[in-house]
Structure formats: C-alpha cells, structure tokens
C-alpha cells in the first residue's frame, strides 16, 4: 500500500458521550491514525432518537477502513446491527456497565487504547450475530439484532425493573435489585416453540433465552455452550418450579456450569447427576416461539416492549471483529 492509499483511509469511531469520555478516546485514536498514517478519524456521537444504527450506517456510507464503537451494551447492539455483513473491520472498546459482548470475546476490559492499536497492528475474527423478528400483538413485525443475549420473560421484567440511577452508580450489581423487584410476582407462562426441525412442542416457562454467547459478569456461565463463531443460538428454557426450583437454577448456572464444568472431575459429577429440571438447553439456527399472551422481550440488556411471537436466527460470521495480536480465540 502506498503512502497516499494509507493516508486516505480513515477510521470512523461511534460513540455514546453519556457512557464514554468522547475527547479522550477521539485524541487516542487520532494520535494512532496519524502514527499509522491514516487520515483523521471521523466522530459519530449517539443521540436519544438514534442508538448508534444510523450513525454507522452513515459511517460505513462515509467510507470508514474501520469502525470503533464505545458506550454501553445497548450501543454496542445497535451499531453491530448496522455492520452485519459489511466485511469492515469493527472493533469493541468497553465502556458501559456490564460489556458483556467484550467479557465473551475475551477483551481488555480497562483499556480501550489497547483495542485502538488493534485496529493497526491487530487481526479480524469473524463472529457471529443473533437477529430477533418480534410480532407485535397489533400484528405489526421488526426484526433487531442481538449479538449477546435475546430473552421473554423474566429476564426482560428484571431488566425493566432495573432502576437505571442505581445501575450508573454500582454496575451489573443493579440487576440483582431488578431480579429481587421481579421474583415475587413472577409466574411461568405458556408457549409452543420449535427449533430448527419444525416439531412444536408446548410447556411452560419463567423465561425462554437465545444466546448467541454464554459468559455473564463474575464469572458466571449462563450458557456453558455457546459459541461467538459457530453458526449456532444456544437456548434455554427457565423453567423452575417453587422455593427448590429456584435453587436448583441457581446452583445449575452459578455451581455446575461455572465452577464443576470447567474439571475433569467436577465434569464427571455433572453425568452422574443427570438433566437439572429447573433449567433445559437446547441448540439452533433458528427458533420460533409464540405466546399466548404478550411478553415482555429483552434485547442485549434492553427492553424491547412485548411481543406474542419471536423468531430468532444466528448469521454466522456477520461480524469481522477486530482482536489483539495473539488474542486467543480458541475459547470464543
């Protein structure tokens, strides 16, 4: 590449200004562009209207070599929406309270600098992206993207219940206030679903989740499972029942899946013990629930009103992300 074909290039960096400090990260990434000389990166800001698909699609229309997005989950989600598929590298800079898509792709979680010089000196993985078509109970229909987590139910009140004031002030903790607001009302609900084979089955459910990956804070493997690059969703029926019920989820997800799994022995203990009713994992391209009621739909953390049915897929390897040289991604 000659030097006026690198100077021409420009990286375009999509940012949330209430979630990230937007001068320090644009001076950043001005500095790297200009050292690898490329031209001066371009500032997309977030707005209360546009959650970050517009500005990238504007970025992208630009003619950015790059796109960099820094903010919250929400931001993340919504400018992965736009990038699906357009082969430009794209690279994660945590910034918000739980950076859960940054958690699974195994980044450095207190250094977006790092994530800057990736762009440069880096590689590009391709990952998947989850794509959730929701019907509305007036009939009216919208698809979104999800590149972590698409849930109904429970999951979606607890997030709803979630006060956003106490979430700014002690991160992903917040949401077990909003699961403690949600639990005593909870009831399991009815739906027929179907994954990939078009057999219906029917149950009931706390919540119905599709994972496009499994690792949550702290941790904890909701999804033991998942994979960012197999062209698969990982689901899981919640379905407790009682006081017991509860516990047994919890000792599934936070015990079996998070500690046990990860030995040979604790592995072995796990087969002898057999399916854990509270809780059970299927897997898929596609899957399709309907409701009987409307639900409420969560998409990445965020509330995505209620729906009576929902149709997930995966798109496999939609997104080129931008990793660190050497970064492992043997465990994605």
């Not at 899946?257 to 040979?264: A, F, I, K, P, W």
Request: proline share 5%.
């Amino acid at each position: 590449m000659t030097a006026s074909e690198s100077a021409a290039r420009h990286a375009a960096l999509v940012l949330n200004p209430v979630k990230v400090d937007a001068h320090r990260l644009h001076t950043a990434l001005s500095a790297r562009s200009a050292q690898h000389g490329w031209a001066p990166p371009r500032l997309y800001e977030t707005t209360v209207d546009d959650p970050g698909t517009e500005a990238t699609l504007t970025a992208l229309a630009d003619g950015a070599a790059a796109v960099l997005v820094a903010g919250g989950d929400g931001t993340v989600r919504a400018v992965s929406q736009s990038m699906a598929g357009s082969d430009v590298p794209f690279a994660v800079l945590p910034g918000g309270t739980g950076n859960l898509f940054a958690r699974n792709l195994l980044l450095p979680l207190t250094q977006p600098e790092a994530m800057m010089d990736a762009v440069f000196t880096g590689f590009t993985h391709p990952v998947d992206i989850g794509w959730a078509a929701l019907t509305r109970a007036d009939g009216t229909r919208d698809e979104h993207a999800f590149v972590v987590l698409a849930g109904m139910g429970l999951d979606a009140a607890m997030i709803a219940n979630t006060s956003p004031e106490l979430k700014r002030s002690v991160g992903w903790v917040a949401y077990l206030d909003g699961a403690a607001r949600s639990l005593p009302g909870a009831k399991p609900f009815r739906i027929v679903f179907q994954v990939d084979d078009g057999k219906l089955h029917s149950t009931k459910v706390q919540s119905m989740l599709f994972a496009n990956c499994g690792a949550l804070p702290a941790g904890i493997a909701l999804m033991p499972d998942a994979s960012l690059d197999d062209g698969r969703m990982d689901i899981a029926l919640i379905q407790p029942t009682g006081p017991l019920g509860w516990l047994g989820l919890w000792r599934k997800v936070w015990w079996d899946n998070s500690v046990l799994r990860r030995s040979r022995a604790g592995r072995r203990v796990l087969e002898r013990r057999g399916r854990d009713a509270s809780i059970r994992y299927m897997a898929g391209r596609t899957a399709e629930a309907a409701m009987v009621t409307p639900t409420s739909i969560e998409l990445d953390g965020d509330e995505f009103g209620t729906a009576v049915r929902m149709v997930c897929r995966v798109q496999q390897g939609a997104l080129q992300i931008v990793l660190p040289a050497g970064h492992d991604v043997s465990r994605f």
